[in-house]
């Protein structure tokens, strides 16, 4: 999927899948009929990517600040990358 937001280009081909809740179960791959991708692109900017199957609802594309794709990484359980690879650094010590 592709959306421009404010003026900027967010694709789902060309960027670095970092989490998502997207796994098999043994019957299909969504939850409840949707689902959420966190995505990391070429310039180090996040988006997620909504997937949607339900009827009348439309997937979509969210631009986030590293905040806010932190969040949605520590609440996605499928990881693609490891927290330093995503953000550049490690987490902090409890």
Do not use: C
Not at 34 to 48: D, I, M, S, W
Not at 60 to 75: G, Q, T, W
Not at 76 to 94: T, V
């Amino acid at each position: 999927m592709k959306a421009i937001i404010e003026r900027k280009m967010y694709d789902t081909e060309t960027a670095d899948l970092v989490a998502s809740d997207d796994y098999w179960d043994g019957r299909n791959t969504t939850r409840n009929g949707r689902n959420r991708y966190l995505y990391k692109t070429k310039k180090g900017n996040f988006f997620a990517h909504h997937v949607t199957h339900w009827q009348g609802e439309l997937d979509s594309i969210n631009p986030l600040d590293k905040d806010e794709a932190i969040d949605l990484f520590e609440s996605l359980p499928e990881k693609s990358m490891d927290y330093k690879e995503a953000f550049g650094i490690d987490p902090e010590e409890a």
